[in-house]
């Protein structure tokens, strides 16, 4: 099978980005100072940049995540070529079907698929006072 031609790709990334109605943030994980047991306490910090994406409720969608089926909250495609982490999370700030909505923040599950097209991952809401 042969490859696609680069101007071909690029218009196939251009389109998927295009098709992305709604926003969101990456917060990015840092190790801070130990608790009193020794448990070292992560802050996320956001950059405030809004990168197009789009939001997918995941309906049930079981996914592996280091040995552990975790059900995960939404799906969500990024531009290619976005730079993720695996320990960082992500904050959904405007979903286009849903306006009005407060700002959610996610934890990343599974493996992050980076497409020909596309940046695809999973995510699991985070409860308030999760760390």
């Known amino acids: 099978m042969r490859a696609l031609p680069v101007a071909t790709l690029t218009r196939f990334r251009r389109q998927a980005e295009l098709a992305m109605f709604d926003t969101c943030q990456r917060l990015v994980r ?7 047991h020794g448990k070292i306490q992560y802050a996320y910090t956001s950059n ?6 789009g939001i997918k409720l995941s309906g ?10 975790i059900y995960a909250d939404y799906q969500l495609r990024l531009p290619h070529g976005t730079t993720l982490g695996k320990f960082d999370r992500i904050r959904l700030t405007k979903w286009a079907q849903r306006p009005g909505l407060a700002a959610i ?22 409860i308030d006072g999760e760390v």
């Open 30 to 36: 840092t190790a801070g100072a130990t608790d009193n």
């Open 48 to 53: 405030d940049v809004d990168l197009a994406c």
């Open 60 to 69: 049930n969608r079981e996914v592996v995540d280091a040995g552990k089926a």
């Open 105 to 126: 923040d996610c934890d990343i599950v599974g493996v992050i698929d980076r497409g020909p097209t596309a940046v695809t991952l999973f995510l699991k809401e985070v």
